[in-house]
Nanobody, 127 residues
Framework: QVQLVESGGGLVQAGDSLRLSCAASGRTFAFHTKAWFRQGPGKEREFVAA????????YYADSVKGRFTMSRDNLKDTVSLQMNSVKPEDTAVYYCAAGPRSTYHSGAHSAKAYDYWGQGTQVTVSS
């Protein structure tokens, strides 16, 4: 069974740091574009960050730029999202996604571009 499994969510205070991870099983995603999306209460799913298959290129939503850092380890087939200086508005369920290699250069911010999704991990930031 092909799976992406997120971990690392939890309850933190504003200004704290948190690190999310996403591990793959069932097949390799080492050559896929990877991304993080989030869905806050009563909101639509929104793009957070993406990384190209090689890990050398990253792309962030304006709302997290300068605070979040996405990285990947293709040997372990994992991706991470380091979240610093979190804010209450970062409260959401965070989803890991994988898409075709070309996705990074064509629609990386669109959820429709991704074929595989994890179940999500809850991040709650208190003020």
């Amino acid at each position: 069974q092909v799976q992406l499994v997120e971990s690392g969510g939890g309850l933190v205070q504003a200004g704290d740091s948190l690190r999310l991870s996403c591990a793959a099983s069932g097949r390799t995603f080492a050559f896929h574009t990877k991304a993080w999306f989030r869905q806050g209460p009563g909101k639509e799913r929104e793009f957070v960050a993406a990384v190209d298959w090689g890990g050398g290129l990253t792309y962030y939503a304006d709302s997290v730029k300068g605070r979040f850092t996405m990285s990947r380890d293709n040997l372990k087939d994992t991706v991470s999202l380091q979240m610093n200086s979190v804010k209450p508005e970062d409260t959401a369920v965070y989803y890991c996604a994988a898409g075709p290699r070309s996705t990074y250069h064509s629609g990386a911010h669109s959820a429709k571009a991704y074929d595989y999704w994890g179940q999500g991990t809850q991040v709650t930031v208190s003020s």
